[in-house]
């Protein structure tokens, strides 16, 4: 709204809707008077700060006495930060410091110690709980006075902070003003009642252990910075005493139990240090004493063969995980190879000089070696100074000759016996196997890394058991007594068709190859070669008889090289006519063929199918030659009518021996297609035999197996010497190889070269080798010109 004041006058505009300001820019400054103001005289001012230095002591006595100030905290407050404004910073410090001595001094420690007790835990109960209280009091205090906490003593470097002061006047007084005042030291019962809760911890009194109450001391004792000074060394001195008390009483028991005693107590040690918050270089001295102690200075204890040969033997794994654990902590496991061979040295030898389980050789040293093997992975960490050292033990007692004296051979006796075993798995298959070193999971995983086929397959499972089996072949050194066992019985398994699997035989050969290289197997593939060849020989015979005239008979011939075959000795027997026919028409046909050559037949290696015609229908027999021999002698007799043990060897001509476990085989084994009169097990020579016409057999085709005569030692010793005699000749051979390349050679070189071109197929003594040097410069292949050999060309 506005209004027009008169003509020729400026228009002014007025606002009704504000209030009229008396603000005038241009009239200067205006005088701005107080009416009845009070002025403070010097007397007021100190009535204030005696006031208010009065409310602080006195909220001081009332926090010493566990009562609320009746000032309130907003005014004392107020109060400390006149008072510090006023310059009198330093004097309120100081009298707050003397208030706070004289309280814990005069007030509190005497309520301290009134309520200690007659033990150290009374006494540190009591400390604890009156530092709770007075940690309160102190933060009260500390929230009242904060600003001469903030604003003077953050700044003066010569006096602490409430906090800190707090803290130091509560230690002096509870570790250092009770000595001084002739009073017993209430610092070392709190030191000293810690370590007995541990020592009641340690005893396993949880009536008498207070977790609670440790757990705090020591966070008190931090809080105070005496921890390391006062409780650290304390604490150690005393737990060095409990250790070494425990190892004395725990180590007169058997080791299995020492080593879990002290493995629990390590670990009860550290999960307390960590619980309690105990300072890690003191779980670190404390573990380094217990080790030093428990471990170290009972080394003699843990590395006792003896203990070590008892939880081998009992399979405590557990007990051997924690002893080899036990031993990493003062980094001496390694200490534990010595034990550790020693037991493989001994129980190896025991196994191998026993006569009694001569047999089971091959199947306890594996037994031996896959336990071993287990405690090396699940005990020992798959420490590879373990494997080592159970190769190095191994091939020791394997070598011993100490250990073959019983056998009355110079040879080692596990080469023959690793032979016969790789002879039984091939024979047999994985019927063979003995359930202890059948593949477990990890076994079988193992072996599937490296390379030995799927778990499922059980030519896969037959390949792992000859690779275990090749594992102590590896250790020998003598090998040409396993090649010549293996090369007898392989052509065995040839001859007989008695290979579980061609496969596995074919595998096998592939491995030794591998492992000896060519010259060792040569003979070997040689005779799998005369096979394939007889089998094409065969294939060109039948098809020249086809071309002429039928036969009646189904002749299968092997022809062999003597070189590559084992020597069998000559059987002397009367075939049947017709058999013998043939013999001579398939003799006729290869001299014709290979002129120049000469068959020897050996016929106590052959073998036949015999049909036969029972009351309950006919058969089929697979029996040994002389088997049939005997048996188609009765196709000349009437029903009822019997031969005599006499009419039978003179119509076959067998010795004694074999025609004996050929009846044997017929008449008395469970498979019965001859009756003898009168019954019995063994056969007499004045026994008399009839067909059983009442034999039966649910299968058309029936194995009747022969009678095996077992190997005599005769037969044993004599093919050990033919081996050390070859070693002779290789021997012999080595020797003059090397006087040929170097012409002149010292008498320890030589020796040293031998050594080392024969190692390969046996260990030879220093003797023998000597011998043979005379033997060759009697032969004039070299002689002796003062202390060199001397190649004479």
Not at 737 to 762: F, P, Y
Request: proline share 3%.
């Amino acid at each position: 709204m506005s209004k027009t004041l008169g003509i020729g006058s400026r228009p002014k505009v007025i606002d009704l809707t504000r209030p009229p300001s008396n603000f005038q820019p241009h009239a200067g400054a205006k005088r701005l008077v107080i009416k009845n103001l009070r002025t403070t005289s010097t007397k007021s001012v100190d009535e204030y700060y005696d006031r208010t230095w009065s409310e602080l002591d006195a909220a001081l006595t009332s926090i010493f006495n566990k009562s609320p100030p009746s000032t309130p905290l907003e005014v004392l407050c107020r109060g400390v930060e006149a008072t510090c404004r006023r310059g009198q910073a330093e004097k309120l410090f100081m009298h707050l410091k003397d208030r706070c001595k004289g309280y814990l001094e005069k007030q509190l420690l005497p309520e301290v110690e009134r309520q200690t007790g007659t033990s150290n835990i009374d006494a540190l109960r009591a400390v604890q709980r009156f530092w709770v209280v007075w940690n309160e009091q102190s933060t009260l205090l500390r929230s009242i006075f904060s600003y001469l906490d903030r604003s003077y003593l953050l700044n003066v470097k010569d006096l602490p902070q409430l906090e800190d002061l707090g803290i130091q006047q509560y230690r002096h007084t509870i570790f250092t003003k009770s000595k001084g005042s002739g009073r017993q030291n209430l610092g070392a019962k709190v030191v000293q009642g810690m370590c007995d809760l541990v020592s009641y911890d340690r005893a396993g009194q949880e009536d008498l252990f207070d977790p609670n109450l440790l757990k705090d001391s020591i966070l008190m004792l931090h809080i105070f910075g005496v921890y390391g000074k006062s409780f650290e060394p304390h604490f150690l001195q005393q737990s060095a005493t409990y250790f070494a008390t425990f190892a004395q009483e725990r180590s007169t028991s058997i080791l299995k139990n020492y080593i879990s005693a002290v493995h629990n107590l390590l670990a009860r040690e550290a999960l307390r240090a960590d619980t309690y918050n105990f300072d890690s270089t003191t779980k670190r001295h404390l573990l380094d004493s217990a080790h030093h102690i428990l471990i170290e200075e009972k080394s003699q204890l843990l590395l006792d063969p003896k203990g070590l040969a008892t939880l081998i033997e009992d399979n405590a794994l557990e007990s051997m995980k924690a002893l080899y654990n036990l031993l990493g902590l003062s980094k001496m496991q390694l200490k534990l190879k010595e034990p550790f061979e020693t037991y493989v040295k001994v129980a190896g030898a025991a196994i191998v000089s026993d006569k009694e389980r001569v047999d089971e050789m091959v199947v306890r040293l594996l037994e031996l070696k896959k336990s071993l093997d287990k405690i090396i992975r699940d005990a020992f960490e798959k420490d590879e100074a373990f494997s080592y050292s159970l190769r190095e033990a191994f091939g020791n007692f394997i070598n011993d000759k100490k250990n073959t004296l019983a056998y009355g051979t110079s040879n080692s006796k596990v080469g023959e016996m690793i032979a016969k075993y790789m002879d039984l798995l091939l024979r047999g298959g994985l019927k063979a196997v003995p359930r202890s070193l059948a593949s477990d999971a990890k076994d079988r995983d193992a072996a599937e890394k490296q390379g030995h086929g799927s778990t499922g397959d059980e030519d896969a499972e037959l390949d792992r058991q000859l690779e275990q089996g090749l594992e102590l072949f590896r250790f020998i050194e003598g090998k040409d007594v396993f090649e010549a066992f293996y090369k007898k019985d392989l052509a065995r398994r040839l001859l007989m068709a008695r290979s579980a699997s061609q496969d596995a035989e074919r595998n096998m050969l592939a491995k030794l190859k591998i492992e000896c290289g060519f010259a060792f197997t040569h003979n070997l593939e040689q005779m799998f070669k005369d096979q394939e060849i007889a089998r094409d020989e065969m294939i060109a015979y039948k098809q020249s008889l086809s071309n002429t005239s039928k036969t009646t008979m189904d002749l299968q011939v092997s022809v062999l090289s003597a070189a590559a075959w084992p020597t069998y000795p000559d059987v002397t027997v009367k075939l049947p006519p017709e058999v013998a026919r043939h013999l001579e028409k398939y003799d006729r046909h290869y001299k014709h063929k290979h002129t120049g050559r000469r068959l020897t037949w050996k016929h106590a290696l052959a073998h036949a199918v015999v049909k036969a015609q029972f009351k309950k229908g006919p058969k089929e027999l697979l029996v040994s030659a002389f088997q049939a021999i005997v048996l188609v002698l009765f196709n000349d007799i009437a029903d009822g009518e019997h031969l005599s043990y006499r009419d039978i060897q003179e119509s076959t001509g067998l010795v004694d021996a074999e025609l004996e476990r050929t009846l044997q085989s017929l008449a008395c084994a469970k498979l019965r297609v001859l009756t003898k009169h009168p019954k019995g097990r063994e056969v007499n020579h004045d026994d008399t035999f009839t067909v059983n016409l009442a034999f039966q057999d649910p299968k058309y085709r029936i194995k009747i197996n022969q009678i095996q005569l077992k190997e005599t030692k005769e037969e044993n010793q004599e093919t050990h010497e033919r081996v050390h005699q070859d070693r002779q000749y290789e021997t012999q051979a080595a020797i003059v190889r090397i006087m040929k390349s170097r012409k002149t050679m010292t008498h320890a070189n030589l020796i040293a070269e031998v050594i080392e071109q024969t190692k390969k197929r046996g260990a030879i003594e220093l003797g023998e080798i000597k011998q043979n040097i005379d033997k060759l410069i009697d032969k004039d292949y070299m002689e002796r010109e003062g202390g060199t050999y001397v190649y004479v060309a």
